[in-house]
């Protein structure tokens, strides 16, 4: 088994672009991602978290008019 390891700088968590690598095409290849940090602090846990959240296609941005809304319907009750 030939192991080939590089180091990347993630620019865009949805797309990594790897190029010269010393495989032939149709060769089949295991990919492992190891973040070098030794521990995620819980303030970029949350970042990550909210990022995460924030891009899910069911998140629909919030007006001032569903906010008002919303605390009027709190209000009375319902």
């Given at each position: 088994?030939?192991?080939?390891?590089?180091?990347?700088?993630?620019?865009?968590?949805?797309?990594?672009?790897?190029?010269?690598?010393?495989?032939?095409?149709?060769?089949?290849?295991?990919?492992?991602?190891?973040?070098?940090e030794e521990k995620i602090s819980e303030e970029r846990e949350l970042a990550l978290l909210l990022y995460?959240?924030?891009?899910?296609?069911?998140?629909?941005?919030?007006?001032?008019?569903?906010?008002?809304?919303?605390?009027?319907?709190?209000?009375?009750?319902?």
């Open positions: 088994m030939l192991t080939y390891r590089t180091h990347v700088v993630i620019k865009n968590p949805h797309q990594i672009l790897f190029s010269d690598l010393p495989f032939r095409v149709g060769e089949h290849v295991e990919v492992l991602f190891l973040a070098l995460d959240t924030e891009s899910l296609p069911q998140i629909q941005p919030l007006t001032e008019e569903d906010i008002v809304k919303e605390i009027t319907a709190f209000r009375a009750g319902r």
